[in-house]
């Protein structure tokens, strides 16, 4: 019967036997998606793009490359200067994982605003909060490889942080490095589980869109469809709106490749790695930068690495932090201010992150971190008790229209 | 809605801003002087003349501390010599070829596709050279030091007295470019230290500028073509952005 919808006969033949079109067909037509989504709702499948524009740019480096201590610098610069096209290569990749990480975030808020990890979406969310995780340990890998200074120091850094971890701590850095120091063994299997990760992430990817598609997106004032007045198709509607952000993205980002290629990377790593040379400062990719804040934050170097841990759990278990039944932002006064609060204090995090753990920096990452937990562990079950929220609209419909007939 | 997408703006640049990291934190104040570059901007280029005499205050001047190991005679082609003057350049110098038949090791005349052979065969052999300091390979400085080409010119003219506070060990000198201001490497210009044959003043700045304009280039050999295709890219992309935002407008005209 489904087969029936193709004219070409080679489609229908196909789809008989292997119901491939129909089930995109399905996908395109009958997912219904609610009317009132704004741009935000495009970061999905900016992240999805990003990813592959990663991985195709990733296995032509890895054509070129060789995971090796003494070769692996030199490798990239023969990618950059005698590889046909290598520097573009190189270029893309370095500044869309820098973009992935721009793009997840704003998601990530995104769904934090408007309350889409609520249920019956928290599962969806947790997968979001599993594909975060696996980018940061991809992203921490790939920054090893070119085996610059700051490659080679960021990763005696990092490791090293699981020696905090009691009586089997020295013994998992020994096992995580492959030797004694962070050497040629390291490199090999950072490079290996580097081209690997990826495609961890996209098999995640692909039960997070099947989460998704349970219960379908969330919307701006985050109450469910009533109906079918409350939803358009996917296809063209959202099509021709994920082309719009798509089109946004690949210009910024063909302006960063372009013209400011370095501009998120560190000059150190243009630096061969030397264990004998420690860099005056040590500092992570800018996107690791709230999380670090957070680590040096504590004194203690165990409590530093849980804290920082921590901060990625308390995401996991948000859907039962935050009780109330109301989802979006919009209708939550309190809520909002304290949603606006909690976005500056990660920015201030990852300022901090970059500065010298000194003076003023030490104070204040203290005050920032405690702010963050106290957002998430206190503020918000609180709130899920006290706040006054306000009416909630009957149905998607009914404000849309309205607001159409206000500016009309 | 609009407000919350120019905090999302915001954070995205604040995250580029945050990005750049502690700078020469050292103990001592850094100065910077800003040079005029033909290679900044969006249509940035490389002076080919500037790089032919910033090639030769580096031969000159700096080979015989600094090598270039990622550089090719080959690759001068993109400084404006011609294959001949390729050659001819290479022939200068002797590199190390073999096994022969016999199985030796021989030197012989550098050709075009030779790399440009370093002054010392290892860092020990350098150290021991400059009072234990390491003279760094200069292939790549331009990009391994923050705002690379004004540090470089800043560095190579930072040569100064030093203030009566500060103590300037033996084998050292003091220059208010380098990050804690005591540098290990003498002073390399002085003005007129190569003999200029198109007439371009060789003036401690001229030199300073030629030779960073060449090191630009040996750091960043594709610039040219990357900026080029950029205006292409960025120019298209701006079109694709305005004809999918009119179809989306128009698609979703039925719907509000
Ligand atoms: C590789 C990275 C990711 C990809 C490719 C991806 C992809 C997508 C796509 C295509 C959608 C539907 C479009 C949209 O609503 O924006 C979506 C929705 C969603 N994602 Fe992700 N995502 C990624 C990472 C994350 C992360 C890190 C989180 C949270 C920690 C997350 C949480 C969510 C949530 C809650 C939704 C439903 C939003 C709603 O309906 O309001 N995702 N994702």
Redesign the interface.
């Known amino acids: 019967m489904a087969a029936e919808k193709f004219s070409n006969p080679v489609v229908r033949w196909v789809d008989h036997r292997l119901p491939i079109f129909s089930m995109l067909d399905h996908e395109k037509y009958d997912y219904p998606v609610p009317k009132n989504l704004n741009y935000f709702w495009n970061f999905g499948v900016l992240a999805g793009m990003a990813l592959v524009i990663m991985i195709v740019t990733g296995i032509v480096l890895a054509m070129n490359y060789t995971a090796h201590v003494d070769h692996a610098f030199s490798s990239v610069e023969r990618i950059m200067r005698d590889v046909n096209h290598g520097w573009l290569i190189r270029y893309i990749h370095m500044n869309t994982a820098s973009f992935f990480f721009i793009v997840v975030y704003i998601h990530i808020f995104r769904g934090l605003y408007y309350g889409s990890y609520k249920a019956p979406r928290e599962l969806l969310w947790m997968l979001g909060v599993v594909i975060f995780l696996l980018m940061m340990a991809t992203a921490f890998m790939g920054y090893v490889l070119p085996w610059g200074q700051m490659s080679f120091w960021g990763a005696t850094v990092i490791t090293n942080l699981f020696s905090a971890i009691p009586f089997v701590g020295e013994s998992i850095v020994t096992f995580l490095w492959g030797g004694f120091s962070v050497d040629n063994p390291t490199l090999n299997r950072f490079f290996s589980l580097h081209y690997l990760m990826p495609f961890v992430i996209a098999g995640v990817v692909v039960l997070h869109i099947i989460a998704l598609h349970r219960f379908g997106s969330n919307n701006p004032i985050g109450i469910d469809a009533k109906g079918p007045q409350d939803t358009i198709s996917f296809h063209p509607y959202y099509t021709i709106k994920d082309m719009v952000g798509v089109a946004m993205f690949l210009l910024l980002l063909a302006v960063a490749v372009f013209f400011f290629p370095n501009a998120m990377g560190h000059p150190d790593n243009y630096i061969p790695a030397n264990p004998m040379q420690t860099p005056a400062h040590i500092v992570p990719e800018w996107y690791f930068l709230p999380f670090y804040a957070i680590l040096r934050a504590v004194p203690d170097k165990l409590g530093g690495v849980l804290l920082m841990f921590a901060a990625i759990f308390v995401l996991f278990v948000l859907p039962w932090l935050d009780r109330s039944p109301v989802r979006s932002a919009r209708f939550r006064p309190m809520f909002r201010i304290f949603f606006w609060l909690l976005f500056i204090d990660c920015i201030a995090l990852g300022y901090l992150g970059g500065k010298p753990a000194e003076g003023i920096y030490v104070l204040l990452s203290r005050i920032a971190t405690g702010w963050y937990f106290l957002h998430f562990l206190v503020l918000l079950p609180m709130l899920s008790i006290f706040e006054t929220t306000k009416p909630l609209p009957k149905s998607i419909s009914e404000p849309v229209l309205a607001t159409a007939k206000g500016v009309a | ?1 609009r407000r ?2 120019i ?2 703006a915001v ?2 640049l ?3 801003g ?5 700078l020469a ?2 103990a001592g104040s850094v100065k910077l002087q800003a040079g005029e570059w033909s290679f900044a901007g ?1 249509f940035g280029y490389f002076d080919k003349g500037a790089m032919q005499r910033g090639f030769q205050v580096y031969r000159e001047v700096c080979a015989g501390c600094h090598g270039m190991e ?1 550089i090719a005679f080959r ?1 001068l082609a993109d400084l404006g010599y011609n294959e001949a003057e390729i050659k001819a350049i290479a022939a200068e110098y002797e590199v190390m070829d073999g096994p022969d038949d016999e199985g030796e090791m021989f030197m012989r005349p550098a050709r075009p596709a030779d790399l440009m052979p370093t002054p010392y065969r290892n860092d020990n052999e350098a150290r021991a050279n400059n009072n234990g300091a390491l003279p ?1 390979d200069l ?2 400085i331009a ?4 705002n ?1 080409a004004d540090y470089l010119y800043s560095l190579i003219l930072g040569y100064d007295e030093a203030p009566a506070d500060v103590e300037v060990p033996d084998g050292m000198y003091y220059n208010s470019a380098y ?1 804690g201001n005591l540098i290990a490497m003498p002073q390399p210009i002085y003005g007129d230290d190569v003999e200029y044959t198109d007439g371009a003043p060789s003036t401690p700045e001229g030199l300073a500028s030629d030779l960073t304009h060449f090191l630009m280039w040996a ?1 960043e ?2 610039m040219e073509i ?2 080029r ?3 292409a ?2 120019f298209f ?2 079109i ?2 305005i004809m ?2 009119l ?2 407008r128009r ?2 005209a039925e ?2």
């Open positions: 809605m919350v997408l905090a999302a954070a995205c604040a995250a580029v945050l990005s750049t990291p502690v934190a050292g969006p990622y690759n760094p292939s790549l990009k391994a030091r923050a690379g990050s750091a050999p594709k990357r900026k295709i950029g205006v890219a960025v992309l701006s694709f952005l999918s935002y179809a989306k698609v979703w719907i509000h």
